[in-house]
């Protein structure tokens, strides 16, 4: 069975920071890009951010850039998100899946059960 876990989700304040990990399990991650992607209550889900197979290339939406970063360590079969200078408007259920680096959510096959960021004071 293939299978993506996140963790690393919680409760931070405005301008803290949080490292999501995705772990794989029945498949090694280092054949596929993975993205973030995230949904809030009432909204669509978005991509976040994606890396490519070989960690080489990166995307970012723009309201993320210069504030996360996703690394992958495939020794690991893990990939990462760490979100900095977090915002209310991050608030939103993070999911990683397995596919291309792409943004439209129906490229990617394989997804996780996601895990909750909530920032608040």
């Known amino acids: 069975q293939l299978l993506l876990v996140e963790s690393g989700g919680g409760l931070v304040q405005p301008g803290g920071s949080l490292r999501l990990s995705c772990a794989a399990s029945g498949f090694t991650l280092y054949n596929y890009a993975i993205g973030w992607f995230r949904q809030a209550p009432g909204k669509e889900r978005e991509g976040v951010s994606c890396?490519?197979?070989?960690?080489?290339?990166?995307n970012y939406t723009d309201s993320v850039k210069g504030r996360f970063i996703i690394s992958r360590d495939n020794a690991k079969n893990t990939v990462y998100l760490q979100m900095n200078t977090l915002k209310h408007e991050d608030t939103a259920v993070y999911y990683c899946?397995?596919?291309?680096?792409?943004?439209?959510?129906?490229?990617?096959?394989?997804w996780g059960q996601g895990t909750q960021v909530t920032v608040s004071w």
């Open positions: 890396i490519s197979s070989s960690g080489g290339s990166t």
């Open positions: 899946a397995a596919g291309v680096c792409t943004w439209p959510p129906e490229d990617y096959g394989v």
